[in-house]
């Protein structure tokens, strides 16, 4: 199991991008790791920007120094109430998403923390673009923090329910282990959910030459099962449930995610599609509509 010792947060410097910071900052300190706080820039250098016409003036813009960003996320940490221990601020120059990643290759980083939305805008179902394509490719799992999650600094930042959508992927087993982890740290429940999607809306055709109810059954059956062995040999205690429900992946997910549930481990690649590029359906749209942070994870 792979232990979040090095966190990196890149942040916008936006009032949302603050609460991120500090759950990056309580994760840090949770696993008595090092937190990297980055902000990164289009440019240091003097840019010439043409006011309209093509025969206007030229103007000179100078962009902030890279002193005055550090400064900025010097005043960052402050307001998130991060902890000023083991933190590295860190600016660099180059186009969001993939300089993000870099940096997380560089710094062996094994978890990013980051807002699902940044400047651009506030819509739940609209996953910010840079966000998207750190999920994509980032070397390392990704804890997404939504714009509505509570903004309370690291010493609040309580995990006290965690649910863990399994559907036994790779991926899947892999999240699972990170959230009995993050269990046993922080003394939280976990609720581990299958999601049963086959036939869940609407009987099949008349030339269907098996019976549904019972099928849909024996797969609830066979689930519970799984369910029930993998949690006795990971979890000895009485704080992990499993539970099986017939539905829409990610529909029952959020709903069940807004009973109270802090947190959400899931593996970011499931049966449906193993090309890592191809960033797993159902995950992209449980961040896209997730009350709470969600931890996604890549399979081995």
């Known amino acids: ?34 937190l990297t706080a ?4 289009p440019t240091f250098e003097p840019m010439e920007v043409r006011a309209g016409a093509l025969y206007d003036p030229v103007r000179i813009v100078y962009p ?46 094994d978890l990013v923390v980051m807002g699902t939305h940044g400047r651009s805008g506030f819509n739940r179902l609209l996953l910010g673009s840079v966000t998207e394509k750190v999920l994509r490719t980032s070397p390392c799992p990704v804890l997404t923090v939504p714009p509505h999650a509570p903004a309370a600094p690291p010493s609040d930042v309580a995990i006290r329910r965690i649910l863990c959508p399994i559907d036994f992927s790779s991926a899947a087993l892999q999240a699972f282990g990170f959230a009995m982890d993050l269990a046993r740290r922080t003394n939280a429940s976990v609720t ?3 999601v049963i999607e086959w036939l869940p809306e609407e009987e099949p055709r008349a030339l269907a030459h098996f019976n549904v ?5 024996y797969l609830t059956l066979n689930a519970r099962e ?10 000895p205690r009485g704080a992990t449930e499993g539970t099986v429900v017939i539905g829409r992946a990610h529909r029952e997910i959020v ?46």
Do not use: N, W
């Open 226 to 235: 799984r369910l029930e062995a993998l949690i006795a040999q990971e979890s």
């Open 192 to 194: 581990v959910l299958c």
């Open 64 to 109: 902030m120094s890279r002193e005055e960003v550090l400064e900025r996320l010097r005043q960052a940490l402050e307001a998130a109430g991060a902890p000023t221990a083991h933190v590295t601020l860190v600016t660099e120059a180059g186009a969001d998403a993939a300089t993000i990643v870099d940096q997380a290759v560089t710094r062996r980083s």
């Open 255 to 300: 709903r069940v995610a807004g009973t109270g549930v802090d947190l959400i481990v899931m593996g970011a690649q499931g049966r449906g599609g193993h090309v890592r590029p191809a960033f797993g359906s159902t995950t992209q749209q449980v961040v896209r509509a997730a009350p709470c942070p969600v931890l996604s994870v890549h399979g081995a």
């Open 38 to 41: 980055l902000h990164v820039v």
């Open 1 to 34: 199991m792979v232990e979040f010792k090095q966190v990196l947060c890149p942040i916008d410097l936006s009032e949302l991008s603050i609460r991120s910071l500090a759950y990056a900052g309580a994760i840090a300190k949770l696993y008595d790791g090092e």
């Open 213 to 217: 109810p019972e099928y849909r059954q």
